[in-house]
């Protein structure tokens, strides 16, 4: 019986060490250096079939320093965003019609509020690119957006 205790204490300690923290997750996914960061949020509605959802982490920096690294980095543009990455973050208007956006909580609430001033990156992870992203019957990208004012990094993921 003790040995039984013994080998399931440590088959929990070595789950564990598996484990992988939002900033880890963040930094591999953007290629970013995220130390210092702060966890703000996160939301994660994946799971279910084939892992569809949607996903949001939310970093403070307040030093400021990842600014830098973005502004160096040929990956992530200026904002304010192209079309494509308005549209799924933010949602657009279309001719009285709204589209968009496409990164909501489970109560269609948008995951990214409105930024100013900053940079954003998109990454689009869809096995077939060959119709323009905003055209396609599923989704599967990461988009970061960085909010200059307020030293917020945000990383989100859609899975459909």
Same mark, same amino acid.
């Given at each position: 019986?003790?040995?039984?205790?013994?080998?399931?204490?440590?088959?929990?300690?070595?789950?564990?060490?598996?484990?992988?923290?939002?900033?880890?997750?963040?930094?591999?996914?953007?290629?970013? &250096?995220?130390? @210092? *960061?702060? #966890? !703000?949020?996160?939301?994660?509605?994946?799971?279910?079939? =084939?892992? /569809?959802?949607?996903?949001?982490?939310?970093?403070?920096?307040?030093?400021?320093?990842?600014?830098?690294?973005?502004?160096?980095?040929?990956?992530?543009?200026?904002?304010?965003?192209?079309?494509?990455?308005?549209?799924?973050?933010?949602?657009?208007?279309?001719?009285?019609?709204?589209?968009?956006?496409?990164?909501? &909580?489970?109560? @269609? *609430?948008? #995951? !990214?509020?409105?930024?100013?001033?900053?940079?954003?990156? =998109?990454? /689009?992870?869809?096995?077939?690119?060959?119709?323009?992203?905003?055209?396609?019957?599923?989704?599967?990208?990461?988009?970061?957006?960085?909010?200059?004012?307020?030293?917020?990094?945000?990383?989100?993921?859609?899975?459909?």
């Amino acid at each position: 019986m003790k040995r039984l205790a013994l080998a399931l204490a440590a088959a929990l300690l070595l789950a564990g060490c598996g484990a992988k923290s939002e900033e880890a997750t963040v930094a591999k996914a953007l290629s970013l &250096d995220v130390t @210092g *960061a702060a #966890l !703000v949020s996160s939301y994660d509605s994946h799971g279910g079939f =084939l892992g /569809d959802g949607t996903g949001c982490i939310a970093l403070s920096f307040p030093d400021g320093r990842l600014e830098e690294q973005l502004a160096a980095d040929p990956a992530w543009h200026s904002l304010p965003a192209d079309e494509t990455v308005q549209t799924l973050v933010w949602g657009t208007q279309d001719e009285g019609a709204s589209i968009g956006p496409c990164l909501t &909580d489970s109560e @269609g *609430a948008p #995951l !990214v509020p409105a930024v100013q001033t900053g940079y954003y990156r =998109l990454i /689009d992870r869809h096995s077939d690119q060959t119709a323009p992203l905003l055209e396609r019957g599923s989704f599967n990208f990461t988009v970061g957006v960085y909010d200059a004012d307020a030293r917020i990094l945000y990383y989100c993921e859609l899975d459909t």
